[in-house]
């Protein structure tokens, strides 16, 4: 199994995680973000929207990061991370698609600028930061009103849920997500699981050093 994506991608962190927690190892193959290859023809042929991750298992090419999990746990053997019980799963689902639909654009609208400058991109302005900086706290205290005094994002068991707000407020820590009291027990709770410890490690040794 090959895994098109990069070492400092949140959706390859999410996919790498689930991987570790099914003791399953897919080969890294780096897309250079830095050098826009996402966005290059032959990336493009893998993802026609010119973004990772991407997988390739036994000649079945899958794009977009939810779709990719839900076939990986289905897939791969070891614990489910979705869960049986209906309403939870529905839960599940629904905290995915807020995670997708509103935390993730308020948290690129807040990064914009830096974004661009990195990626050597037009300056976007202000404007979108502060758009951001109003979208974001909405998403948190629902998150917080949620998840506080919750073992996991969807009923008693690790799922998907858990695997993408975790990774994402984790790529986001320079917007102190974790000064919420309701959010940090649980999220210092999945941070000490085995497969994000790991998954965090696999994604580090990826990345060869200082870029100029
Ligand atoms: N909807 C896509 C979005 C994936 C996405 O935004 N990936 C980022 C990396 S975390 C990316 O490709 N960034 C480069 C770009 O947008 O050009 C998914 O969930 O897989």
């Avoid at 996402?38 to 010119?50: D, I, V, Y």
């Avoid at 629902?142 to 707000?165: E, H, M, R």
Wanted: hydrophobic residues 40%.
């Amino acid at each position: 199994m090959k895994l098109y994506g990069h070492f400092i991608s949140v959706t390859t962190l999410q996919v790498v995680t689930l991987l570790c927690a099914k003791n399953h190892r897919a080969e890294l193959v780096i897309v250079d973000v830095f050098a826009r290859e996402q966005k290059k023809p032959q990336h493009l042929a893998r993802h026609p929207f010119g973004h990772i991750p991407v997988i390739e298992d036994d000649g079945f090419w899958l794009y977009e990061t939810h779709a990719i999990l839900r076939y990986l746990d289905a897939r791969l053997p070891g614990p489910l991370h979705s869960p049986t019980v209906l309403r939870d799963r529905a839960r599940m689902d629904q905290w995915l698609c807020i995670e997708q639909n509103y935390l993730v654009p308020a948290a690129k609208k807040i990064m914009a600028r830096d974004y661009a400058k990195m990626m050597g991109q037009p300056d976007p302005g202000e404007g979108i930061v502060e758009a951001g900086k109003r979208e974001l706290p909405v998403a948190l205290d629902q998150f917080g009103a949620w998840i506080a005094n919750k073992p996991y994002v969807a009923g008693d068991t690790f799922s998907l849920a858990d695997i993408c707000w975790w990774a994402m407020l984790r790529q986001m820590s320079q917007m102190k997500p974790l000064d919420d009291s309701r959010i940090l027990p649980w999220w210092t709770r999945v941070d000490g699981r085995t497969e994000c410890r790991q998954a965090v490690e696999i994604l580090a040794s990826a990345d060869p050093g200082p870029r100029l």
